[in-house]
């Protein structure tokens, strides 16, 4: 099992572009959430998804997008990038009803907005 | 929705002190309260986690303390070692967004020896 791989590692953005981070999970788990981490501050959840089809806004969802079109891929689409966009951006997934076990997370995107 | 306050911000001990970092959450019903270690350029990693029909956990020189009716829970590193230096949150589960967990700011804690 490779787990959650998140692509890309690293990305600069130009201000006002756009681009998807990847997300993919080969553990069947139906529970996807994107988080985003600033320097020295904690997690903050921006989507979730409880299963196909199915996602939701989380405490900071401006400025992105997200769709989860089966149960293995929840891609993060930003539109028009901004320097607030600056960050790195968690993926995680959990097997539903666990009520917060089996937690995993990948390894992380670090964005850089110019 | 749940609020997870974190405290200290940092922490610095000598090597063999014990280190403490205190949470509190915002939302009765949550249950789930993992700690997590994160070490510079890499992911959250799960170190102790407690649920809230518990009132102490231990693992080795880690210790996790809740106490429901104040809504507060606690770390406790015993014996500090340099490797312990790293970045420590605490986290509460939050049945309003998917079972989504909600997190602290972070401790910083730096052991020198």
Redesign the interface.
Same mark, same amino acid.
């Given at each position: 099992n490779a787990g959650v791989t998140q692509t890309p590692k690293f990305r600069i953005l130009k201000i006002g572009q756009s681009m998807t981070l990847q997300c993919t999970q080969d553990m069947n788990h139906n529970y996807m959430y994107w988080y985003r981490q600033d320097p020295g501050m904690g997690l903050k959840l921006i989507y979730y998804s409880v299963g196909a089809g199915i996602t939701d806004k989380g405490e900071v969802p401006n400025g992105y997008n997200v769709s989860r079109s089966t149960t293995e891929d929840f891609p993060l689409r930003l539109e028009l990038a901004a320097p607030s966009q600056t960050s790195v951006y968690f993926c995680a997934s959990t097997p539903s009803g666990q009520n917060g076990y089996g937690y995993t997370f990948g390894s992380g995107t670090r964005l850089t907005v110019v | 929705?749940e609020n997870?306050e974190?405290h200290p911000s940092t922490l610095s001990v000598q090597e063999g002190d014990s280190a403490v970092i205190k949470c509190t959450y915002s939302d009765s019903a949550s249950?789930?309260f993992?700690w997590y270690k994160q070490e510079l350029g890499?992911?959250?990693q %799960?170190i102790i986690?407690i649920r809230s029909n518990v009132g102490e956990k231990k693992d080795q020189r880690i210790a996790v303390t809740l106490n429901k009716t104040a809504k507060h829970f606690s770390l406790h590193i015993t014996e500090t070692q340099p490797e312990d230096s790293a970045v420590y949150?605490c986290a509460a589960?939050t049945n309003q967004?998917?079972?989504? %967990?909600?997190?602290?700011?972070?401790t910083t804690l730096s052991v020198s020896s």
């Open positions: - | 929705g997870v974190q249950n789930y993992p890499k992911r959250p %799960l986690d949150f589960i967004a998917g079972t989504a %967990l909600i997190f602290g700011k972070g």
